[in-house]
């Protein structure tokens, strides 16, 4: 099973920008669907983007929608979330998790997502 690690969190000015990566150890993640999830401060988990093993198949949250670009390197292993135009209610810990259980084309909140991360804070403020 693989082991998930986050990466490229941080402080940013709103209007900026944060490159987010994920990439696994003791196993390969070409074969799994890698999703993005954030917790804001006082709220629960919330879907952020998802992409298949492929990456033919992605999909986002209406708040990502025109922001965020979720791809993959199965060559290297890692899946990015690029984060644009950032306000402070993107303010979050983002996770990453994995899943082999999905259907085509993808969608976020009905796959059943196995494998976590432990986070990355990003920080937006002035």
């Known amino acids: 099973q693989p082991q998930l690690v986050e990466s490229g969190g941080g402080l940013v000015q709103p209007g900026g920008t944060l490159k987010l990566s994920c990439s696994a150890s003791g196993d390969s993640l070409d074969y799994y669907a890698i999703g993005w999830f954030r917790q804001r401060p006082g709220r629960g988990r919330e879907v952020v983007s998802c992409i298949s093993s492929s990456g033919g198949s992605t999909d986002y949250a209406t708040s990502a929608k025109g922001r965020f670009t979720v791809s993959r390197d199965n060559i290297v292993g890692r899946v990015n979330l690029q984060l644009n135009r950032l306000t402070p209610e993107d303010t979050a810990v983002y996770y990453c998790?994995?899943?082999?259980?999905?259907?085509?084309?993808?969608?976020?909140?009905?796959?059943?997502?196995?494998?976590w991360g432990h986070g990355t804070q990003v920080t937006v403020s002035v």
């Open positions: 998790a994995a899943t082999e259980r999905y259907q085509l084309p993808i969608r976020c909140a009905a796959s059943q997502w196995d494998y």
